[in-house]
């Protein structure tokens, strides 16, 4: 025995004499050590594949990070087959989204997502404005950690685990290691993931825990401490990156993260005995976010184990006694608890018991973990929650279903960002600068006011107060009121026979409205309501001299409106599958006149995929009936996607007809600062008349278009080129929804 190691073992020996920390004793056997590193821990998997082919037993683990994920799930039971399965069939791109997928969002929300990019949300609180504490949800792990460990729910000392586990983490306020050895299995996991600025810490015994990286990213002293005689080491950190990495913030920052993690590496690989075992997978092409390539990192991570067998069979044991083992790290199946109750944990600010009616777990049910999982993505789409959990707590006649949920620290004034800008080949630019406000919960049923500003060539105000009727979602009696006021200035140009802009209009409007409606959870939402509308052309340039009989004077009308929305797309931006469909119906009259003034309009939307290519195809229908308006009508149409080539509203009338079909495929699917690129064509039908009894087929214009596009976290972005039947082309730089 060297030198070093009767030091070690000397001292170890010393403090468990004077207690001055409860110890486990030695235990022979293997204490496995596994590093954090992101995807790159993933390896772990291939190197446990070897372990147990090799008969190799292991009886204590200790992880950081994504080594704690792995190796708690080893820990309580899961195998490397089973956590092979488990990872690799993921969607990652799922997994660490920072919002709920879109069809699993209300109506209400759909609504946001289609006018504002959901990528960028403040938050207004206590008067400072706040942003997320981490930039990537972890919502879909926690439940999945969380579905993997239920069957060792019951264990609240991890030493009690088929294999004694210990996660390390970091205390974000100290700056010290907390090694996690009891608790929460699944909170102690992700708590040790908690790479900052990525994922938001966790709260933990009052203390604000980050990723254990931080501090100890390969805990070989940990398992030592845990009583392990020899360690098999698996280290899969990232390396510092060269210079040329070093060019942005964010390379500065994960090189930061790198200096510590190594730093501390350096230390527990000079604290390895001679027979213990380092193994270092070949990870040179992964970083720590390729998650999509995780069959490939667990290959790599078997393949350093394969090259190391020699050595590795100085741990192996006959089969019997490894037999035994195996036998001895069963965990039980149990039968499924009953849920006897539903309880909801951590919300301050507002009521999540009126979802109860739409939940999939119900009292009475045998627990289900997959409908539990189904119903925290439905609280999380809400959109009022940094975190949505469960757990199950034990009763004499059953268990307790208890969703923990965590209020958005940044909330509940939220605060999104819209860009719409144009420019093409002839020097025409467009540009509006879009905020929005919500403000939740101003109630106990869950009032909401909602406010949009819109600065640029389309100034726009808009204000809604929403009211919820019913305590509980989803019942008969959901029903709400609405009051809203819109402001809006619509500028148009009037144009001759050669296409030639003569003249430049704005159209000023103010509309208010009350709205009785119901929604239908995650499909769309009926209204019907009163509406008054006062509105007046004013003229900002002309070339030609315009009669002013053209410029009316203010007009004044009021009715009934009735709208139907229905919005099932996966995306708002470039969908992939689904459709979506809205029609409003407005019927009233125009003060001061006897004249009734009535408009239909009516636009569906629909997307199908093969593989990595999609078709959108989208209708638009609309028709005003209040008279002829001389200068320009209700309804225009021109521009990028709205007969491509012409110019921005070139055509206008008091009825519109526009068809559109659009191919793009997806070219890449880790793209840099965007969801996804495109390329694509479009190909457009459509034209305006002075009045629907106007209305041919027959006299369709025809447009297309050849773009490329990217989904960005402002909205989608397109280069293109457009042209119109008859001669018509302009090429686009375009930020925003056509």
Do not use: C
Not at 12 to 28: D, F, K, M, N
Not at 566 to 585: K, Q, S, V
Not at 642 to 657: R, V, Y
């Amino acid at each position: 025995m060297n030198l070093r190691r009767w030091a070690a073992g000397a001292l170890l020996g010393l403090v468990l004499s004077l207690g001055a920390t409860a110890q486990t004793p030695p235990r022979p056997g293997v204490g496995l050590v596994l590093s954090g590193g992101g995807a790159r821990g993933l390896a772990h998997i291939g190197v446990l594949r070897v372990l147990e082919r090799e008969r190799i037993p292991v009886v204590a683990v200790a992880g950081t990070s994504m080594g704690a994920i792995v190796g708690g799930l080893y820990a309580s039971g899961v195998s490397p087959e089973e956590l092979q399965r488990e990872l690799q069939s993921l969607d990652w791109a799922e997994v660490f989204a920072n919002r709920v997928d879109r069809p699993h969002l209300s109506q209400r929300r759909k609504e946001e997502d289609y006018a504002f990019s959901g990528a960028v949300e403040l938050g207004l609180r206590d008067g400072e404005l706040r942003a997320p504490q981490g930039t990537v949800s972890t919502r879909v792990l926690e439940v999945l950690l969380r579905r993997l460990t239920f069957p060792v729910r019951h264990i609240a000392r991890f030493e009690g685990l088929p294999i004694p586990f210990r996660a390390v983490a970091t205390d974000m306020e100290t700056g010290e290691p907390l090694v996690l050895q009891e608790g929460d299995l699944a909170q102690a996991m992700r708590a040790s993931m908690s790479v900052p600025g990525v994922f938001a810490p966790i709260e933990w015994d009052d203390r604000l825990l980050g990723d254990g990286g931080l501090v100890n990213n390969l805990p070989v002293d940990v398992v030592r401490a845990m009583g392990a005689r020899q360690v098999i080491a698996v280290n899969v950190g990232t390396p510092l990156a060269p210079r040329k990495s070093l060019n942005s913030l964010v390379g500065l920052t994960a090189q930061m993260v790198n200096i510590l993690t190594e730093q501390n590496v350096k230390r527990s690989l000079a604290s390895l005995w001679d027979d213990d075992l380092l193994v270092t997978p070949d990870l040179a092409a992964y970083g720590s976010g390729d998650f999509t390539k995780a069959a490939d990192i667990i290959r790599a991570g078997e393949q350093a184990a394969e090259a190391l067998v020699p050595r590795l069979r100085a741990f192996s044991v006959s089969a019997e006694a490894y037999a035994t083992w195996r036998a001895q790290r069963q965990t039980m199946n149990l039968p499924p608890p009953r849920v006897v109750a539903v309880r909801f944990e951590g919300s301050e600010r507002t009521q999540p018991e009126r979802y109860v009616p739409v939940l999939d777990s119900r009292v009475g049910d045998p627990f289900d973990s997959d409908k539990a999982v189904r119903d925290t993505r439905l609280l999380a789409a809400s959109g009022d929650y940094a975190r949505v959990d469960f757990r199950l707590e034990p009763t004499p006649v059953g268990d307790t279903l208890v969703f923990e949920l965590d209020d958005k620290p940044w909330g509940p004034n939220y605060f999104r960002i819209g860009l719409d800008l144009s420019t093409d080949g002839t020097g025409n630019s467009h540009f509006n600068l879009r905020i929005s406000h919500n403000r939740h919960w101003l109630n106990l049923l869950g009032g909401e006011w909602r406010n949009q500003l819109t600065l640029g060539r389309n100034p726009r105000l808009f204000t809604e107060l929403y009211q919820p009727l019913s305590e509980q979602v989803g019942t008969r009696g959901d029903w709400f009121v609405a009051g809203w006021l819109e402001g809006l200035g619509r500028p148009t140009s009037l144009y001759d026979a050669q296409g030639q802009e003569t003249a430049q209009l704005q159209r000023r409007s103010v509309t208010a409205g009350l709205d009785l409606g119901q929604p239908y959870g995650r499909r769309g939402e009926l209204r019907l309501g009163f509406w008054h509308q006062t509105w007046r052309w004013h003229e900002r340039l002309s070339r030609v001299a315009l009669d002013p009989s053209d410029l009316m004077r203010t007009q004044r009308i009021q009715g009934l409106r009735a709208t139907a929305r229905w919005d099932l797309l996966d995306d708002a931006n470039f969908p992939r599958n689904g459709w979506r469909t809205a029609f409003t119906a407005l019927t009233g009259s125009q003060r001061g006149t006897e004249r009734r003034v009535e408009r239909w309009e009516m636009e569906a939307g629909r997307a199908d995929s093969w593989g990595v290519d999609t078709l959108s195809t989208s209708l638009r229908l609309a028709a005003s009936r209040q008279g002829r308006e001389q200068l320009g009508g209700v309804y225009t149409l021109g521009g990028f996607h709205q007969l491509s080539g012409l110019e921005p509203d070139q055509l206008g009338g008091n009825a519109l007809m526009l068809g559109r079909a659009v191919w793009y495929r997806r070219l890449t699917d880790a793209p840099v600062f965007t969801r996804g690129w495109f390329v694509g064509a479009s190909l457009e039908a459509g034209n305006t008349w002075p009045d629907a009894r106007d209305l041919r087929p027959s006299h369709l214009r025809w447009a297309g278009s050849l773009f490329v596009g990217a989904d960005t976290g402002l909205g989608p972005l397109y280069l293109a080129l457009g042209s119109a039947r008859g001669g018509s082309t302009a090429v686009y730089l375009f930020i925003g929804r056509p």
